[in-house]
C-alpha cells in the first residue's frame, strides 16, 4: 500500500519520534511512505530549498497516488489541515489522524472533532494505542 503520511514541517515536531515510529512500523508491515522524509531533521530545510509551488504539486501527486492519508497532527500546522481537507472533499480515500492527548487543547476542533465517515481520529499517550488503529487502517 502506497501512504501519504503527514506531519508537520513548520510546526510543533515535538512529537518526531512517534512519527518516526509510525513510519517505521508502516514500512516494516510493507508499506511505501512516500513523505518519509518528514520525519527526518532536515525536512524544513530539504523543502525550504525548493519552490513553493514545487512543493505544492509534488504533495498533490502523491496525495493523488496514495491508498491512505495518515498523520500525526499532534503539532497541527495549515498543511496537515489543507490535506486532511484535500483528502476527505476531493477523493474517496481514507484519512488517520493521530494526536496526544495531552496537546488535544492546541488542536483545531475542526480535526479532534472530525466526524467524516471515511476519517478516524485517534487520541494517544502511548505508541502501542496507535498500532491497532494503523493495523485496521492498513489491513
Do not use: Q
Not at 520525519?39 to 524544513?44: G, H, L, P
Not at 488535544?104 to 491497532?132: D, M, Q, W
Amino acid at each position: 500500500m502506497k501512504i501519504y503520511f503527514g506531519f508537520t514541517v513548520a510546526g510543533d515536531r515535538s512529537t518526531v519520534e512517534t512519527a518516526r515510529c509510525i513510519v517505521a512500523w508502516l514500512e516494516d508491515a510493507g508499506h511505501v511512505v512516500v513523505t518519509r522524509h518528514l520525519v527526518s531533521d532536515t525536512a524544513r530545510e530539504a523543502d525550504r530549498a525548493l519552490e513553493a509551488s514545487a512543493v505544492y504539486e509534488r504533495d498533490m501527486r502523491w496525495l493523488a497516488e496514495c491508498d491512505v492519508f495518515i498523520a500525526e497532527v499532534s503539532g497541527s500546522s495549515f498543511g496537515l489541515g489543507y490535506e486532511a481537507g484535500y483528502v476527505l472533499g476531493a477523493s474517496e480515500k481514507r484519512a488517520v489522524l493521530f494526536y496526544r492527548r495531552d496537546a488535544a487543547e492546541r488542536i483545531s476542533l475542526l480535526i479532534t472533532g472530525n466526524t467524516h465517515p471515511r476519517c478516524t481520529v485517534k487520541g494517544y499517550t502511548t505508541f502501542e494505542e496507535i498500532v491497532e488503529t494503523l493495523a485496521t487502517a492498513t489491513g
